[in-house]
């Protein structure tokens, strides 16, 4: 049976095909009307087929659904991110294919600001999202690579050491010297100069340490990253974020093409009840400069100043979801802000009328699509979901020419001029 529906399944796929290229070459002929009719013959085969079997829909491999309760916490981080950006200047694009694009920059400016203001626009986010307590780990790939070569790491494990180091947080530091002298070949006195160094995190302190440490502060590179580390953070200060902001010489980011300062934001929390220490439980954002990496795609291969940072949406979404469903918390899955509801029977043709005039005002408005439905019913559908007024149409508030308008929260009701409804409910619901 189940071969019988494939063979009529491929039989209209291919009728389906002989009709769609008649209509091309002979449109309106006899001929086009009788494969036409053939089509639809097997349209009804396969119809009275498929009532026998049952069929399971799957959602595609690495991808899922998101309830109603699950979009709204998600539309909700997107709107903090993307109202956060846009605060600061953003403009949305969409780059559905690479295309060669020639880049002119006008004179010189301070790098440092642009960084500075990326980590702002982090702070920014979390700060909205309410998600926990957090931390902006930052560092400078000039300086890495000034402290590998100060501690004797050859050019060509660089990169190599750096990814091992990157894994500080997760890993202790004899397991990271482990990998590197065991896995990557470094020499042990090597690996110990560098654990001096990548177990150091502070603020601003750090940084002036380190610009008089004898070794680090005489390599030409490390010297630059960190006095441009220095001018970050007290641009940082001016923002009102440095307290929020660790230098630390253990965060490497392992992706090439990062030039200059990297950062990371990570959540913290309590390590034991009393909340004595907080600890990293993961990171939910991540960045830094990459000058070179937009001249590879540019002919002439010009340097092009760039900073950016990416959110981890997924991680953020789930951390979110998980606190709703710890703390039991009603979350709104829509933005209606008015029921439209009827005291007595026999008056739906009235709340039609009205919840048009509501939606041609702006209003966002629903109806329960019973004809008569119970006014309790009516109002618990508005504490079920959230929805913070009740517009109740009754014999008398006709006859009157009103509406009595309910704040659900408090119960309170007044009977509005329905000329004035619309701009009373804009006015309840702060909407402009």
Known sequence: MADEAAGLDEALRRQADTVRRLKQEKPGSQEVAEQVAKLLELKAQLGAEEGKHKFVLKTPKGTRDYNPKQMAIREKVFDIIISTFKRHGAEVIDTPVFELKDFDIAGQFDPMIPDAECLKIVHEILSGLQIGDFLIKVNDRRILDGMFAVCGVPDSKFRTICSTVDKLDKVTWEDVKSEMVGEKGLSPEAADRIGEYVRLHDGLGL????????????????????????????????????????????????????????????????????????????????????????????????KVPCVGVSIGIERIFSIMEQKVEASEEKVRTTETQVLVAAAQKKLLEERLKLISELWDSGIKAEMLYKRNPKLLNQLQYCEDTGIPLVAIIGEQELKDGVIKLRVVATREEVNVRRENLTEEIKRQTCQP
């Open 207 to 302: 940084i002036e340490q380190l610009l008089q440490d004898p070794k680090l502060a005489q390599n030409k590179l490390a010297r630059e990253g960190l006095e441009d580390m220095k001018l970050l953070f007290e641009y940082l200060t001016l923002f009102g974020i440095a307290d929020k902001i660790s230098f630390d010489l253990s965060l490497a980011r392992g992706l090439d093409y990062y030039t200059g300062v990297i950062y990371e934001a990570i959540l913290l929390q309590p390590q034991n009840t009393h909340g004595e220490e907080l600890v990293s439980v993961g990171s939910v954002a991540g960045g830094g400069r990459y000058d070179g990496l937009v001249g590879m795609f540019d002919p002439k291969g010009r």
